[in-house]
């Protein structure tokens, strides 16, 4: 087993997922910023469509607040992937068989390890976006914390996040269901790869939602009483916030995979030509 866990293709798949994850969060990433906003702020603050709520931040606060915090988010990003990517893949070279049920398994698994290992830096970054914080870097923002609010703090909001590695979970089951469907068909490509890795987001940000509503709340250290009180009015206030979610997470998810799908074909490639050559 430790011979399959630890190989050179698993890490491939890790590096090209942790690439694709940067650049698509880089080049969506004012949705995201959009996203956390509409999450955490008071509802009336922010009305009407997406666009709209972006172009009153702009004139608000500056385009510079459609790209705040964007330093920690993909640090923490690229860690986070590279998790999840090199534990996912590596469980998977462990079993000869490949299933459905299988890779919502070894999701959750890889999802758990991630969160684990991952949650301070995601509620770093969480406090860098949304607050006028007195550190300028993940790693000033980890000591300040723990000194502040201790472990507590750094790994606030792990429980919702520890119930969302179904979100992966799924996506990545939905996502490799396809993939197997198109290669059995010899039809998958990288642009195949971009469609079937945005319905396999969808679908997991949709089912996913209301506890990643919850898990933002907590890390950005914001009551949750607000949100429960709009939801006695309006119960689908629960998915406020959902559509910028679906967009960035959507469009984000799909150039990922096929920047990561583009990676790993390229480099798995030169290495099969370099070990033939010798």
Not at 58 to 63: Q, T, V
Not at 158 to 166: E, G, K, R
């Amino acid at each position: 087993m430790p011979s399959t866990l630890f190989s050179y293709e698993t890490l491939v798949h890790a590096m090209a997922g942790a690439t694709g994850s940067i650049i698509g969060m880089a080049v969506f990433y004012p949705l995201d910023t959009l996203r956390s906003r509409l999450q955490v702020e008071d509802s009336n603050k922010f009305q009407g469509s997406s666009l709209d709520v972006l172009i009153k931040l702009a004139k608000e606060e500056g385009f510079e607040s459609w790209y705040k915090g964007l330093s920690p988010v993909l640090q923490s990003l690229s860690i986070s992937n590279f998790v999840y990517f090199y534990t996912f893949h590596g469980l998977r070279r462990t079993s000869s068989k490949t299933s459905a049920l299988q890779d919502l398994m070894f999701g959750i698994v890889a999802g758990s390890i991630n969160v684990i290992l991952t949650s301070p830096l995601w509620v770093v970054n969480t406090r860098m976006k949304l607050e006028a914080t007195s550190y300028d870097n993940l790693f000033q923002g980890l000591i300040y914390l723990f000194k502040k609010e201790g472990l507590k703090g750094l790994w606030s909001g792990t429980l919702p996040s520890l119930l969302l590695v179904s979100n992966p979970a799924i996506q990545f089951m939905v996502y490799e269901s396809l993939k197997r469907n198109f290669i059995a068909k010899g039809s998958f490509d990288t642009y195949k790869a971009f469609m079937i890795g945005a319905s396999a987001k969808a679908v997991a940000t949709t089912l996913t939602y209301p506890l990643q509503l919850i898990q933002m709340r907590l890390r950005a250290g914001t009551s949750l009483k607000p949100l429960f009180r709009d939801m006695r009015s309006k119960p689908l206030a629960i998915f406020r916030g959902l559509e910028a979610k679906l967009i960035q997470t959507v469009m984000t998810a799909a150039l990922m995979f096929l920047i990561y799908e583009k990676l790993v074909r390229l480099v798995l490639t030169i290495m099969r030509v370099r070990l033939s050559k010798h």
